[in-house]
């Protein structure tokens, strides 16, 4: 009995059978990533500051600053980790490419051998190798021996903007909070916004990466608060005692 597959076989909404799926989780990743840390961050240093002084100018400098030099450096992190990790997969498909050129024969010997370790009987590995070998040496080679393909390369330039705004926009939320709410009521109302942001970017972060929704918003929300409490626990001694003054 002969089998027949349709040519564009359906493909499942939440798989990544997507060529550029490699990019978009990039820079999404990068997002959330950003988005969490700046309003951590930012919300610990302006409770902090909040808990130590009443005043709104020390609460705003320091909150701007920590915007600032968060942004700028959450930018340059992930683009140094991408670069590098662009530049080790760039390498890897240019080796890939002159063995290649080089030595056909050897390679296509490998790539075989690669399938038979997979289960593959030596007949059927050899077809299946020479039959991805006509259609693209190159890819069936990334694929099979370092599981990647040429749209992996990441964009590090995509990644640090993607992060550095994500950061801003995180960031800006507890300072709003902050700055906008009558004096009483500053530190439990930018509490209650940082924690259901943080709930919401552990949700999409879960979403994006597949993983359990719940339990990654709760870890960071729970991460969140402890941040919360110490920067608040610090600055409330300082203040109290004078040495913030």
Known sequence: MTMSYPENPKQHDLEPHKDDIAQRLNWLRAGVLGANDGIVSVAAIVVGVGAATTGAGPILTAGLAAVVGGAVSMALGEYVSV????????????KEKRELAEQP?????????????????????????????????LAAHLSVELNITQNDVVSAWHAALASA?????????????????????????????????????????????????????????????????????????????????
């Open 105 to 137: 024969e050897e390679e296509l010997a490998e790539l075989a051998g690669l399938y038979e370790v997979r289960g593959l009987s030596p007949q059927t590995a050899a077809l299946v190798a020479q039959e991805l070998t006509s259609h693209n040496a």
């Open 83 to 94: 670069s590098s990790q662009s530049d080790s997969q760039k390498a890897l498909i240019e």
């Open 165 to 245: 705004v994500s950061f801003v926009i995180g960031a800006v939320l507890p300072l709003i909070a902050m700055m906008l709410t009558p004096e009483q009521f500053r530190i439990p109302v930018t509490f209650v916004v940082v924690l259901v942001a943080l709930a919401i970017t552990g949700w999409l972060g879960a979403f994006i990466g597949g993983g359990p929704r719940t339990r990654a918003s709760v870890r960071v929300v729970v991460g969140g608060a402890l941040a919360l409490v110490a920067t608040y626990v610090i600055g409330h001694l300082l203040g109290s005692t004078g040495a913030a003054a």
